[in-house]
């Protein structure tokens, strides 16, 4: 069973950083682990997904510029660096992990494999 394990978020003021792991009881070499959130009385939505085996990335354009992210192949964790936060900003967080399609690599569709979640608030 494939267990994703979240940790990093917390309350926090607007303008701060947060930065947010997600470690992975399996690798996913030829597969993609990426990050969604979802605040309350709305559905999950897309912030960063990376494909391990070519590198290949995408970033929610409502984030760019303010998070990114990097992995570690060797240690199956995923990093989210969160700066510039905004009240906008507050979710729940998930890490996934699986093998989307093209169509899909940006859907929660597309990713068989979810840790709990960790709640981020950004106050204002």
């Known amino acids: 069973q494939v267990q994703l ?9 607007a303008g ?5 792991s997600c470690t992975a009881s399996e690798t996913f070499r030829n597969g993609a682990m990426g990050w969604f959130r979802q605040a309350p009385g709305k559905e999950r939505e897309f912030v960063a997904v990376i494909r391990w085996a070519t590198g290949a990335s995408r970033l929610a354009d409502s984030v760019k510029g303010r998070f990114s992210f990097s992995g570690n192949t060797a240690k199956n964790t995923l990093y989210l660096q969160m ?3 905004k009240s906008e900003d507050t979710a729940t967080y998930y890490c996934a992990a699986g093998y989307p399609i093209s169509s899909t690599l940006t859907s929660p569709n597309g990713y068989r494999y979810w840790g709990q979640g960790t709640q981020v608030t950004v106050s204002s």
Do not use: A, F, P
């Open 83 to 85: 700066n510039s936060l």
């Open 5 to 13: 394990e979240e940790s990093g978020g917390g309350l926090v003021q």
């Open 16 to 20: 701060d950083s947060l930065r947010l």
